[in-house]
């Protein structure tokens, strides 16, 4: 007769979730001692089966880049809730709530909203960056537009613009940027204006800065500022990348005091994208240390208790020159 195994009284390992969003690993798991099977109970047991993978065609898969065309076919950002493909009520729109068919006719009626955020920021598409009649209609007097190689500045006689060069993919830096854009927010706010930020359909680039705003402005976390951009806006849903970001920009933030010996934090100063060269933003570096220096460039060195500036030989030579 077989001996029946004795339970594992210890706990295994957890994942607790805190408030600055990171993710901690509990106790080790104990490594569970493998049954002895005599041979009399393994021969009862029934043939094992061969293993069968299907795995979807190439054009099954998303392409790159594609959560901002609204075809993803889940979610892909941390805390999204799932939500049923109604449209809110919206004061821009006269169309009576409805069930869309499709993630497409979804997408498709959110092209024609201009959803308020906040009073003096709105998100939208290139649709309405486009149409003079509804930027007039909502009061806007500011524009950032995050798809410059794709959308041109409609109205820039009329309009204050602002212009970025974002890419919808993951690896995307948009941290580099976001003071630059809270400064903007806060210049428009001050001015009594309103601005419109937009990239092509109003679902990753331009909700993604909405929702960094939220999270420095009125100290959210990224999981309530998500979902009050996602209640205004139906198809928000920044990429994986950008999630992530926020995700570590909070971290940093609601951390600890930091400590002494706490890792610097290095950056280098580059352009923000080779179509605005003049546009310098610091890059943060991943591995940190004295041989990322370079005589050519310029960097900032953070640690707890200080920031120091690098500028190195050969381009503080040619200012001089």
């Known amino acids: 007769m077989l001996r029946e195994e004795e339970k594992d009284q210890t706990s295994g390992g957890s994942w607790t979730y805190s408030r600055s969003m990171s993710w901690t690993e509990g106790p080790p798991r104990k ?47 941390p805390g999204a809730r799932p939500r049923s493909i109604t449209p809110r009520e919206n004061a821009t729109s006269d169309q009576p ?17 201009c959803s308020r955020i906040l009073d003096h920021i709105y998100l939208g598409s290139d649709a309405i960056a486009k149409n003079r009649e509804i930027l007039s209609q909502n009061g806007i007097t500011h524009v950032l537009n995050c798809v410059g190689f794709v959308c041109p ?12 060069w974002l890419q919808d993919c993951p690896s995307e830096d948009i941290t580099s940027i976001l003071y630059d854009v809270f400064d903007y927010f806060e210049d428009v706010r001050e001015q009594g204006g ?10 990753s680039r331009s909700t993604s800065l ?28 920044p990429n994986v990348g950008f999630a992530c970001q926020l995700l570590q920009c909070q971290k940093r933030v609601h951390a600890l005091p930091a400590s002494p010996t706490s890792v610097i934090r290095m950056y280098r100063m580059a352009p923000h994208s ?25 960097f900032i060195i953070h640690i707890p208790s200080a920031l120091y500036v690098w500028i190195g030989k050969v381009l503080f030579l040619s200012d001089v020159r």
């Open 153 to 164: 500045e409609y109205f820039k006689n009329e309009l204050v613009y602002r212009t970025l």
């Open 274 to 298: 080779p179509y605005d060269p003049l546009h310098l933003v610091p890059k943060m570096l991943c591995e940190p240390g004295a041989d990322k220096l370079d005589s050519r460039g310029a």
């Open 97 to 113: 709530p409805r069930e869309f068919e499709s993630g497409k006719d979804k997408l498709a009626f959110f092209d024609k909203e």
């Open 194 to 203: 309103r601005v419109l930020v937009h990239c092509c359909h109003g679902v």
């Open 210 to 237: 909405v929702i960094a705003y939220l999270m420095w402005k009125e100290g959210q976390s990224f999981d309530d500022a998500f979902q009050r951009v996602r209640t205004a806006r139906g198809v928000a849903n």
């Open 31 to 77: 490594s569970n001692p493998k049954p002895q099977w005599n041979s009399k109970a393994r021969a009862c047991l029934p043939p094992l089966q061969p293993l069968s993978v299907v795995r979807p065609s190439f054009e099954e898969w998303p392409r790159a880049g594609s959560d901002d065309l609204g075809i993803w076919p889940n979610p892909p950002t």
